[in-house]
């Protein structure tokens, strides 16, 4: 079956978590999960916080452009100063997608079987089944992390027969 595209597809695209799914229909439904986690109140709250926060930058950057000989360029002082602030809230605000996305597919991992620390995203799978700690952060695993590491290495065991 053909894979739905959805906006996530591109935005998300190249996070290791992405490419862990087992196959297009899990990922998928993990995508249309996190679209779904996000509320419209957050969304509002997000964007006022990201304006709020672009206002003071700008305020902050004219000054310090103020001071900063730009020859030729110093009529474009202004101008100079929204382009660097909309290139850092863009950044910004791609930094706080993805770093949500991929909290979300972790989980999304967890619930199908793939074995993934949910706090940096490692991949869990071959660890022994008695693991109780990610090999990568250090963080102690919950509950959910050990069965699914448990069930994943029960397998492996019985595919090797
Ligand atoms: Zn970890």
Do not use: Y
């Amino acid at each position: 079956m053909a894979s739905k595209r959805t906006l996530h597809h591109l935005t998300l695209r190249g996070l290791p978590e992405f490419a862990r799914f087992p196959d297009d229909e899990t990922r998928d439904a993990a995508l249309a999960r996190f679209a779904g986690e996000t509320r419209p109140r957050d969304l509002v709250v997000g964007i006022a916080v990201v304006a709020v926060g672009a206002i003071g930058l700008l305020v902050l950057v004219r000054f310090a452009l103020a001071n900063v000989p730009l020859g030729a360029l110093a009529r474009f002082r202004g101008d100079l100063a929204i382009l660097l602030v909309v290139a850092a809230v863009l950044l910004l605000i791609r930094w706080m997608h993805r770093r949500s996305g991929a909290a979300s597919l972790r989980s999304s991992l967890l619930d199908c079987g793939v074995p993934t620390c949910r706090a940096c995203g490692h991949s869990l799978a071959g660890l022994r089944p008695d693991a109780d700690r990610c090999p990568e952060c250090g963080r102690t695993l919950d509950a959910q992390e050990r069965d699914v590491i448990r069930e994943a290495a029960r397998r492996a065991a019985a595919a090797q027969g």
